[in-house]
Structure formats: structure tokens, C-alpha cells
């Protein structure tokens, strides 16, 4: 057999899992001299020294071996705390899982709610690697396109709701959004609740962005009015707030009683997550607080300075984003986006991510505005000189 005969026989389901379109920009731009990374959800600071100094604790302590696979006690319970001061209400620290990251959270949510046959619908453009772990588990993810108007991006509830069939099993919600910053409203949330409850679908919440908003002090969230107990899983991370990226680990909240199905799911993948890492984690929930206004005050001068100078030019389409820390935008006249991004890369020495990379041809790329003002200034800069040379 040949070696090129080898991907033909793999299943379906990893064969069909798409390459990024976000990395490859990535990896086209990587370690250009001056070049500004824009293109990936990250900011530009390390982890604070107060979470790096409780992990280094933990392995001079000598925590390295296994661990618990739901997580040590003190981070479900420093998790049930920063949601009982974020939410308000009681939290139980059993509904609480640490998962390697945000994207291992989302793959044991959708495994467990999906499968062959089934649907999930996902409002699009949406992060690539949502649709991707529906796609990989052996579902079906069913865009449902937002619209893009004066007044932002907006999510069609009715049309939402219409794409749902027989085979749909789940609605996947990540608001604020990766890329719009599309931030759902309580009322919006209430009416995807109560179409969930009256379907018997499940909801799977990706609220990593949550604090990342700018009409208020935290987003709309289904914690504000659901039971505990509903069909809503909760996936999130440590990586935006905290700048631990690198880090990989995260968290699901779920109902109590599917404890030991997400402690098996995590068994039988990870096994768990390094102990040191989860003292980090502690670490960053009990003394976090004051750094994540730090981060949300320097996204939203990032967002001024971005908007405004692109919308000056009289030639990009783009709104304030109400949530996360992106600026989802279109050039006129630049209706393929990934060449877009690739020649952006070359002739202006920043990165972007094309709007192809998150299931959306209309032209549209996504810059991170996570970042200290002078950088975001400067690549405000080059593409507004770059724009003036086309």
C-alpha cells in the first residue's frame, strides 16, 4: 500500500477534520522581524507573577503526581466563589470539572450531548474549532448565519430556531462571540432557553468572553435566571482573563448528577490535569480579580483606537463590538479575505485572520485588540497606510 493510500482509510470523522484557517495565516507570518500578531485570542502580556509563583510552589513542593480527575478540591472551590461573586447565588463546587483547556471543555460537552446522526446548531461565523468538535464527534454542526447591520452583528431567533429538526440534539451559544462580538441579551438567552426546554435540546454555553464587555460590568449570562439543574452545559477557560493561553486548562459547569460521565470523559482522555497547573488556576480565581480589569481596560482602549482608525478611512465596514476583544471587519473591495490576510502579512507586517477561517466568505477578518495601546496604534497605522496604497 502506498503511503498516500493511508489517509483514504482513516475514519470519517478524523479524515473530514478541517485544517485552520486562522493557523495557517499564523504560520505564514510567524517570526517575521516587526511583524504585529493580531491574528490569534491573545493578548500581549505573560501570566501574572502571582499565578506563575503558585504553580512553581506546587513542583518545588513536589505535586507531580496523579491527580484528581474532577479537579483538587480547592480550585472547585475557588471556581464555585468567583461564580458566586460574578453571578450571584449559590454554586455547588460538584457541578465544577477542570478540563485541559477551553477546548477540551468543549469537546466532552459536545460528546456527550452529540453523535452520529445528530445536529447541533451554531450561530455563524463562529470560532472554527466549535464546528470542528461537533464535526469530529460525528455530528453534524448546521450554520446559522447572523446579519451584519448598522447597529452590529445580530442573531435572527427566529431563523435560529426554524433550522432545528428531528435530529437536532444541541445549540451551541458562545457570547459574547468569537469573531463578531455579537453579545447576546437576557431576553435572547430566555427565548434560546425556553425553545431548548420546549425541544428537550441541550444548551451548550460558551461564555469565555463574559467579562470581556463594554456596556457593562459582565455580559448577559443563562446563569442569571436558569435552575442548576437544566440541560446547559458551561464550557470556559482560564486563558482570556488571566493571560494563560499556554497554559491549556479550563473548566465545565454541568448539573451534579453528570459528575461521573464528565469524570470518565476526562479519565479516558487526559486523565486529568497536572496538579501544579490547577494551583495556578486556584491562584488566578482568588486573586485574579483586579488583573482581569486590568485586561478589559486595556482591550477597551484597544477597541477605540482599532475602530477608529479604521473607520476613518472611509473604506472598512465595521461596528464597535458590544463583547470580546475582536474587530470583525471588511475592507471594500476585498472580497476574498484570505488573500486579504496574506498579502497583509507581506505588505503591512500585520496579522489578521480571514473571515474564511470561521465559515464566512462575505470578505470579512478578525483582528485581536487584546493588546498594549502603542502596538494596537502602530497596526492601526500600518493598515490605514496600507488601505491609502490600494
Not at 180 to 207: K, M, N, P, S, Y
Request: glycine residues 10%.
Amino acid at each position: 500500500m502506498r503511503p498516500t493510500d493511508l489517509t483514504s482509510i482513516l475514519r470519517p470523522e478524523a479524515r473530514g477534520a478541517p485544517e485552520s484557517g486562522i493557523v495557517e495565516v499564523f504560520d505564514y507570518g510567524r517570526n517575521r522581524p516587526g511583524l504585529i500578531p493580531l491574528w490569534v485570542g491573545e493578548g500581549d502580556l505573560p501570566t501574572p507573577a502571582f499565578i506563575a509563583d503558585a504553580a512553581a510552589r506546587s513542583l518545588a513542593d513536589g505535586e507531580t503526581f496523579y491527580t484528581y480527575q474532577r479537579g483538587v478540591p480547592e480550585l472547585r472551590a475557588a471556581l464555585s466563589a468567583y461564580h458566586q461573586r460574578t453571578f450571584g447565588g449559590a454554586f455547588s463546587d460538584e457541578r465544577f470539572y477542570v478540563t485541559g483547556g477551553g477546548m477540551q471543555a468543549i469537546q466532552i460537552a459536545v460528546r456527550m450531548v452529540a453523535g452520529t446522526g445528530d445536529e447541533v446548531l451554531v450561530p455563524s461565523p463562529a470560532w472554527p474549532n466549535i464546528t470542528a468538535a461537533v464535526g469530529v464527534a460525528g455530528a453534524v454542526p448546521v450554520a446559522v448565519p447572523m446579519t451584519f447591520g448598522n447597529a452590529g452583528w445580530s442573531l435572527d431567533l427566529d431563523r435560529l430556531f426554524d433550522a432545528a429538526t428531528e435530529r437536532t440534539t444541541a445549540i451551541f451559544v458562545n457570547s459574547p462571540s468569537n469573531p463578531t462580538g455579537w453579545t447576546a441579551t437576557r431576553a435572547e438567552l430566555e427565548a434560546i432557553r425556553a425553545f431548548a426546554a420546549q425541544r428537550g435540546l441541550w444548551i451548550i454555553a460558551d461564555e469565555v468572553y463574559g467579562r470581556f464587555f463594554y456596556e457593562g460590568a459582565r455580559a448577559a449570562s443563562f446563569y442569571d435566571f436558569a435552575d442548576r439543574d437544566e440541560r446547559i452545559l458551561f464550557v470556559n477557560t482560564f486563558s482570556k482573563n488571566y493571560a494563560m493561553t499556554g497554559w491549556r486548562i479550563g473548566w465545565i459547569s454541568a448539573p451534579v448528577e453528570l459528575g461521573q460521565t464528565i469524570e470518565n470523559l476526562i479519565q479516558y482522555s487526559t486523565s486529568g490535569v497536572a496538579a501544579f497547573m490547577q494551583r495556578g488556576a486556584t491562584a488566578a480565581l482568588n486573586d485574579g480579580d483586579d488583573f482581569i480589569a486590568t485586561q478589559v481596560a486595556r482591550a477597551r482602549e484597544g477597541r477605540r483606537i482599532a475602530c477608529s482608525g479604521l473607520a476613518a478611512t472611509g473604506r472598512v465596514r465595521l461596528t464597535e463590538p458590544a463583547g470580546a476583544f475582536y474587530l470583525y471587519f471588511a475592507i471594500d473591495g476585498e472580497a476574498d479575505s484570505r488573500a486579504a490576510a496574506l498579502r497583509m502579512v507581506d505588505e503591512a507586517n500585520v496579522g489578521v485572520a480571514p473571515g474564511t477561517a470561521f465559515g464566512d466568505d462575505s470578505g470579512f477578518m478578525r483582528l485581536c485588540f487584546a493588546r498594549g495601546a502603542a502596538q494596537i496604534q502602530e497596526a492601526t497605522d500600518r493598515m490605514v497606510e496600507w488601505l491609502a496604497r490600494r
